[in-house]
């Protein structure tokens, strides 16, 4: 069996996983992260990292909020409806640099939170919690794809799923900008 094959049964069955177990999966790994942050003090910690632990926490607020006023303006959401209701491919601004800002700021609390910590126990659970975040975008592309159809899969062609920092070089450098 090739490699791509294998690749794809596995991105497959990933999909067809339960949101109910990675949900669970992810709330508990999540909470648990979150509230031992404040038991766990390292007293030895590096000064540096917890500050890029900061700077990380800052980017993963603006990759959680933003997407909400952003599909709110550009996604054409029916009235009364959730911001994730869109009824339009939101491709630009936020979603012109990561298919998935807000599985980003999960990612990135995670990240987060184990640089500000420096404990090994909230590195294993932001591992953990990272790793099924990363799994429930690859289920969001496919939602997508059932949505939008060949618009999306375009869309996947041009924006990252979740680097932000590709996502950010290819948008400077993209139609020749650079």
């Known amino acids: 069996m090739s490699k791509e094959l294998q690749m794809k049964r596995w991105k497959e069955s990933v999909c067809n996983w339960s949101p109910w177990v990675s949900g669970g999966v992810l709330g508990i ?3 648990a992260q979150i509230g031992l942050s404040f038991i766990l003090c390292n007293p030895s910690a590096l000064p540096v990292l917890k500050w890029l632990g900061y700077v990380v926490w800052t980017l993963s607020a603006i990759f959680g909020i933003v997407p909400m006023i952003t599909f709110r303006v550009k996604g054409r959401v029916p009235k009364g ?3 994730m209701h869109t009824t339009v491919l939101v ?3 936020i979603y012109a640099v990561v298919r998935h800002p807000q599985f980003l700021a999960g990612v990135l609390i995670s990240i987060a939170l184990t640089l500000i910590t420096q404990h090994w126990l909230i590195a294993i659970l932001g591992a953990v919690s990272a ?3 990363y799994l429930d975008a690859l289920r969001a592309d496919q939602d997508g794809i059932e949505k939008f159809g060949a618009e999306y899969e375009c869309y996947m062609q041009r ?3 979740l680097n932000f ?3 950010l070089l ?3 450098f993209r139609d020749g900008g650079g």
Do not use: E, H, K
Request: hydrophobic share 40%.
């Open 170 to 172: 290819r948008l400077a």
């Open 81 to 83: 409806n959730s911001y």
């Open 29 to 31: 790994t999540m909470v």
């Open 131 to 133: 790793g099924v975040t």
């Open 159 to 161: 924006v990252p799923r």
């Open 91 to 93: 491709d630009s601004g």
């Open 165 to 167: 920092v590709a996502g």
